[in-house]
Nanobody, 115 residues
Framework: QVQLVESGGGLVQSGGSLRLSCAASGIIFRIRAMAWYRQVPGKQRELVATISSGGNTNYADSVKGRFTISRDNAKNTVYLQMNSLRPEDTADYYC?????????WGQGTQVTVSS
């Protein structure tokens, strides 16, 4: 079965950095596009970044220039490097992929940015 396991969240100060990791299993990782989403209470889940199987990336305007999505196919892992963090980046961050027409999600990892 498809499983996505996230790690790396935590509490940081404004301007600090975190690197999130998402380990995938149950899929042929190298041929799948991956994404990071985030969600705060009472709001819709929003797309943060995507990376294609070929390594092409896209970012939400709010994180361009600060966040970098990458993948290590040998480790079946996708990363989100977050720099210059702001309080408005505070959210639960989720790893995502689509397989068989169905969205799969990790359990979420909390990121809190203090001011």
């Amino acid at each position: 079965q498809v499983q996505l396991v996230e790690s790396g969240g935590g509490l940081v100060q404004s301007g600090g950095s975190l690197r999130l990791s998402c380990a995938a299993s149950g899929i042929i990782f190298r041929i799948r596009a991956m994404a990071w989403y985030r969600q705060v209470p009472g709001k819709q889940r929003e797309l943060v970044a995507t990376i294609s199987s070929g390594g092409n990336t896209n970012y939400a305007d709010s994180v361009k220039g600060r966040f970098t999505i990458s993948r290590d196919n040998a480790k079946n892992t996708v990363y989100l490097q977050m720099n210059s963090l702001r309080p408005e980046d505070t959210a639960d961050y989720y790893c995502n992929t689509v397989f068989g027409g169905i969205n799969y999600w990790g359990q979420g990892t909390q990121v809190t940015v203090s001011s």
